[in-house]
């Protein structure tokens, strides 16, 4: 069963629709990378995939239990959060905020949880630092164990190598395909299209016609072909 599906969804702001007909199903274990002209309505359909604002016409549906808070999300950073004055410790714990329910205070499994999804980002020296002294490398390291604080199962990515140089780069995407390896499904907002097309499992294609389905099928597709060209020249 999908863990999340898109029938028909319209999306944009009040009664403006910047996308419209977008169909998709997204299973356990697949590594979904979203690409398109700037400007398309990527991050809006993000935004709208984790209730953050409406749809305008259509449903997005979840299933295998999860549900729209338990989705793990890492955003494109403003100056202003990457100036945030918290400890690297409290960021990551933020990300499990919809598991406290009814309680003021986070409990010792979710500071557990916390400090384990920091060792898996290879940050566990860092929990006591200033987040706001950090790398932008070590920052969307310390963004992706608390989006792992929020599920097990689905994380969204909005272009999470944006400004990273080359080596960093490599390190997070090596980061991103071992938490798919390891049974995390992922659905990453891209610009970068050779490597979507290398470590994707499905490509959704939106501005224009939309594409969804293999990586495979894209490369074959009009979309594909043409944006793949367009973007090499």
Do not use: W
Not at 12 to 23: D, F, Q, T, V, W
Not at 147 to 173: N, Q, R, W
């Amino acid at each position: 069963m999908p863990l999340i599906t898109c029938r028909d969804l319209a999306i944009g702001y009040e009664s403006h629709a910047i996308l419209e007909h977008i169909h998709f199903a997204v299973d356990p274990g697949d590594y979904l990378c979203v690409v398109g002209e700037n400007g398309s309505g990527k991050s809006t359909l993000m935004r709208t995939m984790l209730g953050l604002q409406r749809p305008l016409a259509g449903a997005i549906e979840f299933g295998d239990d999860l549900r729209q808070n338990e989705i793990g999300y890492l955003p494109q950073q403003t100056a202003i959060q990457r100036d945030f004055p918290a400890t690297v410790r409290e960021i990551v714990l933020s990300g499990c905020q919809a598991r406290l329910g009814r309680r003021a205070f986070y409990s010792r499994s979710d500071r557990a949880l916390a400090d384990a999804n920091l060792a898996r980002m290879g940050m566990a020296g860092f929990a006591g630092r200033c987040y706001r002294e950090l790398s932008g490398g070590q920052q969307q390291r310390v963004l992706l164990a608390r989006a792992l604080c929020a599920t097990g199962k689905l994380i969204l990515l909005d272009e999470p190598v944006s400004g990273l140089d080359p080596k960093v780069t490599a390190e997070m995407y090596a980061l991103i395909d071992g938490l798919n390896v390891d049974g995390v499904t992922i659905i990453m907002i891209s610009h970068d299209i050779d490597a979507a097309v290398r470590r994707a499992s499905h490509i959704l294609h939106i501005g224009g016609e939309v594409f969804f389905g293999t990586v495979d099928a894209y490369r074959q597709s009009p979309q594909g072909r043409r944006f793949m060209e367009e973007v090499s020249t």
